[in-house]
């Protein structure tokens, strides 16, 4: 049974910071490639990083040179190190991978 919990989120405010975590069960981590996800109310949700299991990275051009996301897979962990964060990036944030996802942990940005 695959699982991916996600952690971390939390209310910033703009310009700050926050670190989110996903635990992967169930499937051998360092083979899979490893995707966060966020959805906006009343938007689609959206790719925001890709991580292979060799750790090459892609980003979204809204969070390129903000965002940052790594892997452990000696811990079976996903990382995304979210800095200069703006309102735009209020969302709900998703682990995932294949065809599964985590349940989703909200980021709110404001002052």
């Known amino acids: 049974q695959v699982q991916l919990v996600e952690s971390g989120g939390g209310s910033v405010q703009p310009g700050g910071s926050l670190r989110l975590s996903c635990v992967a069960s169930g499937i051998v981590f360092s083979m899979y490639v490893m995707d966060w996800y966020r959805q906006a109310p009343g938007k689609q949700r959206e790719l925001v990083a890709s991580i292979t299991g060799g750790g090459s990275t892609s980003y979204a051009a809204s969070v390129k040179g903000r965002f940052t996301t790594s892997r452990d897979n000696a811990k079976n962990m996903l990382y995304l190190q979210m800095n200069s964060l703006k309102p735009e990036d209020t969302a709900v944030y998703y682990c995932?991978?294949?065809?599964?996802w985590g349940q989703g942990t909200q980021v709110t940005v404001s002052s």
């Open positions: 995932h991978t294949w065809t599964f």
